[in-house]
């Protein structure tokens, strides 16, 4: 049976390492890619229990194994990763429903992954569904990017309740930006 909760272990966050070094788009195929979806940020376990010191990561559990992720970034953990800062950078620059993104509580998902073999059951919409229910009372959005090359997760973004704001470039790569308004269930 798969739990999901938040990280409360050190071999929880060599977990989640464990299972992003598998899904990084350079570590797979193309074909993999494309059909499988990917991951394209590289942190170091330093900068895991970075975050996790901040705010706690969401974790899917097969008995011990890590089998899926979302990553809890806020605004103190920024500076620390250039593809994090850029994704907050251009977030602040943007406005939603009237409002400036920069003088609003919000959360990035600093990266989401499930294990191949864990694919198409739902982990994804669990993992999100626990994130809300622990952070929704610190904050009214939930943001992320979605590389353009990657249509499995933003389809899996948009069935969560996530909607495109706007698109980017960075890294020679296009990608939507995708909000989750929290504050309709508040």
């Known amino acids: 049976m798969i739990l999901i909760k938040r990280v409360t272990e050190g071999a929880e966050l060599e977990g989640i390492q464990h299972l ?22 590289e942190y170091s ?17 097969d008995g011990n194994e890590v089998v899926g992720y979302a990553l809890v970034a806020v605004k103190s953990t920024r500076h620390h990763h250039e593809l994090l800062a850029g994704l ?56 992320t990017d979605v590389a353009q090359g990657n249509p499995r997760s933003l389809k899996a973004h948009k069935s969560t309740g996530f909607q495109v704001i706007d698109t980017l470039i960075y890294g020679g790569e296009g990608w939507d930006i995708v909000l989750w308004d929290w504050t309709s269930s508040k």
């Open 45 to 61: 376990l330093d900068f895991f229990k970075m975050m996790h010191e901040s705010n706690p990561a969401i974790i899917a559990k």
């Open 88 to 143: 907050f950078d251009a977030i602040d620059k943007l406005s939603y429903q009237g409002f400036l993104l920069a003088t609003s509580k919000y959360v990035v998902v600093g990266q989401l992954c499930v294990a191949k073999e864990q694919r198409g059951q739902g982990l994804v919409q669990k993992m999100y569904n626990h994130f809300k229910e622990s952070l929704c009372n610190e904050f009214d959005y939930c943001i």
């Open 20 to 41: 992003q070094c598998k899904n990084l788009k350079h570590r797979i195929s193309k074909e993999e890619a494309d059909a499988q979806g990917f991951v394209t940020a």
